[in-house]
């Protein structure tokens, strides 16, 4: 089954990426403060610490493109944080956070209605605590590129193109759903009409708009 498209003056979509963290997860924020809190943290000392830190920083971006274990970025995050305990911490920090249900409810109806749906994210470790299948997105996806496997990291060009690749299309035929608006030029270039995702709601209704699907839950 293909998809349709209302016009026919335009190459129809036949192709959906989504970010995950902030897309297909919800709560983000609110549980890394919540879990600040309980360990008697700031309420937002995870978050500034990742983002003000140079050696923080430098230990993320490691993570991300697989350089760097996610035990060995516990270990150093909880020093830069003053905590004695690095045991799957982040796994614990991103306990709370849950499912993004109309985005994910977005996705299944895209697939059944036979476009071709990817995951491109930038990974913060998958073991011990893989975040995918918490969420429970594994098998969600034709496509799943993660950027610890892949050695790149977005906004690098090469891994919209490789996301591309696998899903054997162009991308002026696909849709990028990301909630950094960073990552959103890179897809541009390639041609990939993008949506910024301030809240995965109502991007979910507006992705089910242009992809022209019902889905089954909420949206």
Not at 194 to 213: F, I, K, S
Request: hydrophobic share 45%; glycine share 10%.
């Amino acid at each position: 089954m293909s998809p349709s498209t209302a016009g026919t003056d335009r190459i129809p979509y036949k192709g959906l990426i989504l970010d995950f963290a902030g897309v297909l997860t919800q709560g983000v924020y609110q549980a890394h403060e919540a879990w600040c809190a309980a360990t008697g943290l700031a309420p937002h000392a995870w978050r500034a610490t990742l983002g003000t830190h140079p050696e923080a920083q430098a230990h993320y971006r490691a993570l991300e493109v697989g350089e760097m274990s996610q035990p060995e970025f516990n270990r150093r995050t909880a020093a830069l944080l003053g905590l004695d305990d690095d045991e799957n911490l982040m796994g614990r920090v991103w306990a709370g956070v849950r499912p993004a249900a109309g985005m994910i409810a977005l996705a299944k109806a895209a697939r059944s209605a036979g476009y071709v749906v990817a995951m491109l994210s930038n990974s913060f470790g998958l073991d011990p605590y893989d975040p995918y299948a918490h969420i429970g997105v594994r098998d969600l996806f034709d496509v799943t590129v993660i950027s610890e496997l892949e050695g790149i990291a977005k906004p690098e060009p090469a891994i919209y193109q490789r996301t591309l690749d696998r899903m054997g299309l162009a991308g002026a035929e696909c849709v990028f759903a990301d909630d950094h608006l960073a990552n959103l030029p890179p897809a541009e270039s390639l041609g990939i009409h993008t949506v910024h995702v301030a809240d995965p709601e109502t991007a979910a209704a507006t992705l089910a708009a242009l992809l022209g699907v019902r889905p089954s839950g909420p949206a």
